[in-house]
């Protein structure tokens, strides 16, 4: 009975010592991912100049926005042409507005789909069709996949999610050093 008792003892210490390591791990990995995505959120930033004009696959898009060229074809099809930019940019800025009001939720949490039977994207789809419909249904699940909590636009890198290492290399391939420049006096 003792030496079981002992035996015991010696698994709960070692358990006790793997709890400690697993949360040292876990916190270790957090860390890590603090600083990566703020290396990411700084490599945005900075690539927004970089990347303007040149011809390259990655780009930064902006997750959970609308894109206004579906909202202009249909505005087309529906008014005059001076009428139909004006009306494509209101309907756009609303749809727009609508989405990042945390009170509406149409998305199923269990699949991480549309809800297919919410009352005001049905509404959209019967006056507007599918293309802004669909155009909506996809900014909605963006902004739901990349900032849930915020329901805002988030800038991505975007070549179909270019990953840091993509990136990077590219930088280091493009970005050229400056000569040294000799000064005369």
Not at 6 to 18: A, G, S
Not at 161 to 181: D, F, G, H, Q, W
Request: charged letters at 35%; aromatic letters at 6%.
């Amino acid at each position: 009975m003792k030496e079981m008792q002992e035996e015991l003892e010696e698994k709960e210490e070692q358990r006790d010592d793997m709890e400690t390591l697993n949360q040292t791990l876990i916190n270790k990995e957090r860390l890590s991912n603090n600083e990566l995505q703020d290396a990411r959120k700084k490599l945005i930033e900075g690539l927004k100049e970089i990347l303007s004009g040149s011809r390259t696959n990655i780009s930064i898009k902006k997750m959970g926005e609308l894109d206004d060229k579906v909202f202009k074809k249909a505005c087309k099809e529906r008014f005059p042409s001076y009428e139909a930019e004006i009306k494509a940019v209101e309907l756009c800025s609303l749809w727009q507005d609508k989405m990042t009001n945390p009170a509406w939720y149409p998305i199923k949490i269990v699949k991480e789909a549309v809800d297919p039977d919410d009352e005001m994207l049905r509404n959209l789809k019967e006056e507007w069709g599918n293309e802004i419909h669909g155009a909506v249904c996809e900014a909605l699940l963006e902004m739901n996949e990349y900032n849930p909590s915020g329901r805002y636009v988030v800038p991505e890198l975007w070549n179909t999610k270019a990953t840091l290492k993509e990136v990077i290399s590219y930088i280091v391939k493009n970005v050229k050093t400056p000569r040294r420049r000799r000064w005369r006096l």
